[in-house]
């Protein structure tokens, strides 16, 4: 085993010893978690090929160092940046890369919102009598579903739509916060960045307006991000690649039933691009 990994390794090596990084121009950073050993992995995806370019170990500011420094001597031109919402990544990238533009990634957007809006059905539970408890049993799914993915029953007790109708009933700053989920991501679904602008500015009055204290922070944050956000709709740029490659690193490591060496699994993920799938026998 040991000899057949060195020589890949060997060849890995030789392969991924650079990157030719002049042709970048949109690129996408975001973390993988491998478990309580190695952690974090930052990885930087070109969103033209596909390709991983760079694997750094941790995560945050720290992770991006050598890529940032390769990224100067290619003198490569970018254009934007997808992330997340982590404030060293986002520093980052302002710090480094004052000329590109950065790309608040729109799927880790709604789940942050989502995660907020559960917070407030949880709040609601707990201050909730027994019977108003046992109509929010089981909401938790049916307030983050979209409504067209609701299921229908004869049984009303069965029926998703009747469900979350008679959770929202039960308490009006739940039921706002659900539907300003609702216009948050509809938002997304808007391709003209003047309605965009118009649609955003709104939420965010209204939520600062609401009077409930999920939706006001909500609205402190989306007003520092707004710039970012809308570039989203200048680029139609996303991180939706990584996690795609994110799962690619999981079927890796499941198959090899884990890897010893830190080097060796970096280039691994470095050839996942040249990895392609064909029916055999």
């Known amino acids: 085993w040991d000899t057949v990994k060195a020589i890949d390794k060997q060849h890995l090596q030789r392969q991924y010893k650079s990157f030719d990084l002049k042709a970048l121009r949109y690129i996408s950073i975001d973390e993988i978690y491998l478990g309580k050993k190695r952690k974090f992995l930052t990885l930087v995806v070109d969103l033209s090929s596909g390709r991983v370019i760079h694997v750094g170990q941790g995560k945050g500011k720290s992770?991006?160092?050598r890529f940032w420094g390769r990224l100067r001597r290619s003198k490569a031109r970018i254009e934007a940046v997808?992330?997340?919402?982590?404030?060293?990544?986002?520093?980052?990238v302002l710090e480094h890369l004052p000329e590109a533009e950065l790309v608040l990634d729109h799927f880790h957007l709604v789940k942050w919102f989502n995660d907020k809006l559960t917070t407030l059905r949880r709040q609601v539970y707990r201050q909730a009598e027994a019977?108003?408890?046992?109509v929010l049993k089981g909401s938790r799914w049916l307030l983050l579903k979209a409504p067209e993915h609701l299921k229908?029953?004869?049984?009303?007790?069965?029926d998703e739509r009747a469900r979350l109708d008679a959770a929202l009933r039960?308490?009006?700053?739940?039921?706002?916060?659900?539907?300003?989920?609702?216009r948050f991501r509809l938002l997304f679904q808007c391709h003209d960045p003047d309605r965009a602008l118009a649609e955003l500015t709104a939420w965010i009055e209204e939520a600062a307006a609401s009077g409930v204290r999920v939706l006001k922070d909500?609205?402190?944050?989306?007003?520092a991000w707004k710039p970012f956000i809308l570039n989203g709709h200048k680029h139609q740029i996303s991180t939706g690649?990584?996690?795609?490659?994110?799962?690619?690193?999981?079927?890796?490591?499941?198959?090899a039933r884990g890897y010893r060496d830190d080097e060796y699994l970096k280039l691994r993920i470095f050839d996942l691009h040249n990895k392609t799938y064909a029916l055999t026998g």
């Open 63 to 65: 992770a991006l160092k």
């Open 152 to 158: 229908s029953h004869s049984d009303k007790k069965k």
């Open 218 to 223: 909500a609205a402190r944050k989306l007003l």
């Open 131 to 134: 019977q108003d408890k046992a």
């Open 241 to 255: 690649l990584q996690e795609a490659i994110n799962g690619k690193i999981g079927t890796l490591q499941r198959n």
């Open 82 to 92: 997808a992330t997340d919402m982590a404030s060293g990544y986002m520093a980052a």
């Open 170 to 182: 039960l308490n009006q700053p739940l039921a706002t916060a659900y539907y300003m989920k609702e």
